[in-house]
């Protein structure tokens, strides 16, 4: 088995693209009011606008997807500006803190430790 995507919901698709486009530094791979994809290196990041497709949901952290950059500066530039709901700790060999993206949806960043 392989995991080679995910979607988190969004609420306002055009605020999500601009946020995760500013965020990944890459441009959307597929872009529409429905589902728009970031390629990230290989791994498919989906917006799902769930209201155009009359769905309910749930924001939290039930689901938490976890991003690794290369090391702790990048992770600290990253963050440095955006609402963080679990602060920077050491785990492991890892750092890792949550912040809260542009739809309501917790994001774990984590970089290893050297």
């Not at 946020?19 to 989906?46: A, L, M, Q």
């Not at 702790?72 to 050491?90: A, G, N």
């Not at 542009?102 to 970089?111: K, M």
Request: charged content about 25%; some cysteine; aromatic content about 14%.
């Amino acid at each position: 088995m392989k995991i080679k995507s995910l979607y988190v919901c969004v609420n306002d698709m055009k605020r999500a693209i601009n946020f995760y486009t500013n965020f990944f530094e890459v441009k959307p791979v597929k872009e529409d009011n429905v589902y728009s994809v970031f390629d990230i290196n290989g791994f498919r990041y989906g917006l799902f606008a769930y209201k155009e497709m009359n769905e309910e949901h749930s924001f939290g952290s039930n689901c938490l997807p976890s991003i690794e950059v290369d090391d702790i500066k990048i992770l600290k530039e990253k963050i440095s500006h955006l609402e963080i709901c679990f602060p920077l700790t050491q785990i492991g060999n890892n750092w890792v803190c949550e912040f809260v993206d542009s739809e309501g949806n917790h994001i774990e960043l984590t970089a290893p430790i050297v």
